[in-house]
């Protein structure tokens, strides 16, 4: 996400996007952008649209209308030459049952074309050390957490420019989380791109630059954590020796609840990052004993948009997203 | 509780906690019988029905001593002894003997399948999932569930024997010996059921103890027959089977009971050691390590192409061997077919199937050639709809994600569906021909056999054809190759019978491709058909690039 990047081509391009099964509107204008680089996290409830995205974008769904590049490639049409520039990870990753693990790894390198082939096995022994994966077992007895590994090795062993993951850590335990949120650092300092679908927040916090939700087959909130987080409320909890009243009075101050405590009086309530200055200032003359202030967590993000809360912030979200969307592009006819 | 966590290094029967290692034997029983009470239904219908229709016709052997005398005759050749009994009764080749001779180690094969399938379902597979982890952790002990599984399978072998008895009886069959022989029946597939108890408790998983119990029963099954080829009434080899201490009752000859002791001690004995190793173990674990495979693939896994071979050459090997066996079975009596029409000649729905004219054999040798293009189609189907189980199973995402065309995907599946389809009809024709030429009968040439197969190639393309275009096309649909399937058998068998019109046997694929054993083949229909395939098979791909995947 930095200036020089901007300026080339996006990994991922998605313009006004739809898709239809029969009446049924899986996507409804939807917009995506990764740029080189560049992490973005891809958040929405089950239903949202996501797998269905991801699938448009690896040519397996044909787009009802609408645009999707890969490197500026069109994802139908130049499929099988964009998929030598990504790996791919599905949410729920079946393998051919009677081959090993250790077998589909190399079979889904090889459909990529393989590589060297020294580093490669060096690679791959370290890969399946660190996920704790036993390559010798077959695939039907594989746990879900274990087939996800094996696709996750896969991912990371090929020297992909785009990884496109779709909820990749659902099935894995909180250590296999770290391994992995490690191999997305990695692969982002190699230069590569990431597009993670997830409704783990925590895990789109940690590695994600870039954040885009999802609801209903369209976009409703695009941009970096901090942009979106400047739209939201701040938490703030302070222990004050003064008459918090005036305080409740404050305009984008919401939810104030006082208590009794020793010393004083305890307030928590949420401001609107957008005048969290005066709202500071109001505080400072309370005789401030003690004062916390936690930025709004994705979860909060997530739930404003799931949890249907205010009509003007829904409004201003859309705003904010077209700022921050992708440049317009002319979709193509189909 | 108590029995969960009793002494797991107690002696041979852990006997002092004998009867609280049953607990909740009886709940389980009642669960499984609901859980299966479909299938039980259609064990029970599908095994009665087999008894009813089978052997009605066995009852013509009863006024025709000349019947009787060509059928002993046929029966008692090596090949058809491998596939019948020990021959009590030949020389009074009587319904009820035949039935007992011919029949039996059919039906015990099915039980055996049956008991080893629902023992493996109700134990290890189970305790494989998580589900028996659950249960366990209730009030059960730790021998209830093969127990319970051991009187359900028990319970499906006695309903079954009482309805396939009464079947029996119902046919004017002698009301004792009919049901002696369906109970026998019973208590020789238990015995495979107890070796799968066995195999549950030696194996981690359910497809191994299936699988070393199946083994078993192949071997019992080559013991049989080997034995009893050496020697009339069966040799010492054939007292090792648990399947010639059924046959061995000589049953509707001359009933004697004691063989059925030998079955009665091996379910005991095979009991005894499961509970014996059952204790020993630890829950979900087995006493036969897992089998390592490789870490790494072989070099030769290259692409979709060496994929679809390795997923499907399991089933060409199987099918081929099976259909083989059968086809070399049956060209074993080819040699026979001229005195057996003689038999059947005054029969005229048989007249009609046969046809008329001198050269009977041919005609016959083309409805083999019908059967093993039916054979091949099946075969042809299944494999080419493989692509659709790939599809459902998220296979087919996980290859097109990567640098794969889908003409590159679907071409490697269907060349390989082809590929096995032209070998299962070769090799079938090949071994009608082997069969013929071990008798000694040699008056049709290896040439003729050769091109039996070969002719129906054409039209086995159009039902793979079909069946990718349907797929490529209508994925919901593919079921409609099974049912041209079923037409092609239909046409074949009884288009004359039933008069059908020229057009309407235009639509099966075979009926182009003629009687080639008597009349020779048309070239204008061998290139038509393969016209139509190429068609089919173009479509299939032209369908395949333009749709979603997965289909909506």
């Not at chain 1, 505080?283 to 936690?294: E, G, N, W």
């Not at chain 2, 209830?144 to 072998?157: G, K, R």
């Not at chain 2, 191994?208 to 078993?216: D, F, H, N, T």
């Not at chain 2, 897992?290 to 870490?295: C, L, P, Q, S």
């Amino acid at each position: 996400m930095t200036s020089t990047t901007s300026t080339a081509i996006p990994a991922i391009e998605i313009h006004d996007l739809h898709k239809s099964f029969g009446t049924v509107k899986a996507l409804d204008g939807l917009n995506l952008t990764v740029r080189p680089g560049e992490v973005r996290g891809f958040l929405g409830p089950n239903g949202a649209g996501k797998s269905t995205t991801i699938r448009v974008l690896l040519g397996l769904l044909r787009a009802s209308s609408g645009s999707a590049r890969l490197f500026g490639g069109d994802v139908w049409r130049d499929a099988v030459a964009l998929h030598g520039r990504i790996t791919y990870v599905p949410g729920d990753v079946s393998l051919w049952p009677n081959l090993t693990g250790g077998e589909c790894i190399d079979y889904l390198i090889r459909l990529n074309g393989g590589g060297d082939k020294a580093r490669l096995r060096a690679r791959k022994a370290e890969l399946l050390e660190r996920f704790e994966l036993d390559p010798r077992k077959k695939a039907r007895t594989y746990s879900k957490g274990n087939r996800q590994k094996v696709a996750l090795v896969a991912a990371f062993l090929s020297d992909a420019e785009l990884y496109i993951l779709d909820e990749p850590t659902s099935g894995l335990d909180p250590l296999m989380e770290a391994v992995f949120t490690e191999y997305i650092r990695e692969a982002k300092a190699a230069g590569g791109s990431v597009l993670l679908s997830s409704h783990i927040l925590s895990e789109v916090e940690k590695v994600c630059d870039t954040v885009t939700i999802i609801r209903n087959g369209i976009d409703v909130e695009s941009g970096t954590l901090d942009e979106l987080r400047h739209l939201t409320r701040t938490n703030v909890t302070a222990l004050v020796g003064g008459d918090p009243t005036p305080v409740a009075a404050l305009p984008g101050v919401h939810d104030l609840v006082t208590t009794a405590a020793d010393g004083g009086t305890r307030i928590t309530f949420d401001a609107d990052n957008a005048r969290i200055g005066a709202v500071l200032s109001a505080i400072t003359t309370l005789d401030v004993r003690s004062f916390t202030a936690t930025p709004p967590s994705l979860e909060e993000l997530f739930m404003r948009h799931y949890g249907d809360v205010l009509d003007a912030d829904e409004a201003a979200a859309e705003a904010a997203a077209s700022a921050n969307g992708a440049p317009a592009k002319k979709a193509g006819a189909r | 509780m108590s029995a969960a966590v009793a002494t797991p290094s107690a002696p041979v029967l852990a006997r002092p906690a004998f009867g609280s290692t049953l607990a909740g034997t009886g709940k389980l029983l009642r669960f499984m019988l609901r859980r299966d009470r479909m299938r039980i239904l259609w064990w029970t219908l599908g095994i009665t029905f087999l008894y009813a229709g089978g052997l009605g016709e066995y009852l013509l052997l009863a006024d025709d001593a000349q019947a009787r005398e060509a059928r002993s005759v046929l029966i008692s050749s090596p090949a058809m002894i491998s596939m019948s009994g020990p021959g009590y009764g030949l020389d009074n080749y009587q319904p009820g003997a035949a039935v007992a001779n011919e029949f039996t180690l059919w039906i015990v094969l099915t039980l055996a399948v049956m008991s080893i399938l629902q023992i493996v379902r109700h134990t290890r597979s189970e305790e494989e999932s998580s589900r028996s982890e659950l249960v366990r952790a209730g009030i059960v002990g730790r021998h209830a569930p093969s127990v319970a599984a051991l009187l359900l399978v028990l319970i499906m072998n006695v309903v079954i024997a009482l309805a396939s008895g009464a079947t029996l009886a119902a046919q004017d069959f002698d009301v004792t010996q009919s049901f002696a022989m369906t109970f026998a029946t019973a208590l020789g597939a238990l015995v495979f059921g107890a070796v799968a108890l066995v195999a549950a408790q030696a194996y981690e998983h359910g497809r191994g103890a299936i699988g070393i119990s199946l083994a078993v029963l192949g071997a019992a099954f080559l013991l049989r027959a080997l034995g009893d080829i050496q020697e009339k009434h069966g040799s010492a080899l054939s007292w090792l089977s648990p399947i010639a201490w059924v046959q061995q009752t000589r049953v509707f000859v001359d009933l004697r009971w004691w063989p059925l002791g030998l079955c009665v001690a091996a379910v005991v004995l095979l009991i005894l050691l499961a509970a014996f190793l059952g204790s020993r173990r630890d829950f979900a674990s087995g006493l036969v390590a897992v089998r390592k495979g490789r870490a790494d693939a072989r070099p030769t896994l290259t692409g979709p192409l060496s994929l679809a071979w390795v997923q499907q050459r399991g089933a060409l090997i199987w099918t081929g061997l099976g259909l083989g066996v059968m086809w070399l079975g049956s060209g074993t009596i080819i040699r026979e077919v001229p005195n057996m029409l003689e038999a059947v000649e005054s029969n005229p729905m048989y007249a009609a199937l046969l046809g008329s004219g001198e050269d009977m054999v041919r005609t016959f040798l083309g409805i083999f050639g019908l059967y093993i293009g039916a054979g091949a189609a099946a075969f042809a189907i299944a494999m080419t709809l493989r692509v659709k189980g790939e599809e459902e199973a998220g296979l087919t995402e996980l290859a097109l994600a990567a640098r794969v065309s889908r003409g590159r995907w679907l071409g490697s599946s269907l060349a390989i569906a082809l590929l096995g389809t032209v070998l299962v009809q070769v090799s079938g024709a090949l071994a009608l021909w082997l069969g013929a030429a071990s008798t000694g009968y040699d008056e049709i040439g290896f040439r003729e056999y050769l091109e039996l197969g070969l002719v129906y190639l054409p039209a086995l393309a159009v039902v793979v054809g079909l069946a990718a275009a349907l797929y490529a096309w209508l994925p919901k649909a593919t079921g409609i190759a099974w049912v041209l399937f079923g037409y092609i058998f239909l046409v074949g068998m009884f288009a004359d019978l039933f008069d059908l019109p020229d057009w309407a046997r235009g639509i099966s694929p075979f009926w182009w491709v003629g009687s080639p054993m008597v009349e020779g083949v048309e070239a204008s229909h061998m290139w038509g058909l393969a016209g139509v395939a190429v068609v089919l098979l173009v479509l299939a791909f032209i369908g395949f690039r333009r749709r979603d995947v997965p289909s909506a």
